[in-house]
């Protein structure tokens, strides 16, 4: 299946990115490398993230970064997996849902 990532959660993704180069010299790479990795993985394996919990759509799923403190918020489509979100996993919760 297809992967669509919405352009609010691209520009998540830079801003956070940067934020972490900010940091440390190295850091923002390290952080759009997890989440490439992340992408394949829900690409290759929808299903295998879980369902959240607080959404309407019973497709819509979360993948945790593991280094980082941020959610991969996508929905699971007839012919596309959608990224809605590249979502801090402690701020504005369900402040994507809007979004489609």
Known sequence: MKLRILREAEEEA????????????GLGDDFLDE????????EDHPKRFPKLETA?????????????????????????????????????PNYWRQRK
Do not use: G
Request: net charge positive.
């Open 35 to 42: 989440l490439v990795a992340a992408l394949q993985q829900i």
């Open 56 to 92: 309407k759509s019973s497709q819509i799923r979360r993948c945790r970064l593991a280094r980082f403190p941020y959610l991969l918020i996508f929905e699971i489509l007839d012919t596309e997996i959608v990224v809605l979100a590249v979502a801090h996993s402690k701020r504005r």
């Open 14 to 25: 830079q801003v956070s990115a940067i934020w972490y180069e900010e940091q440390l010299v």
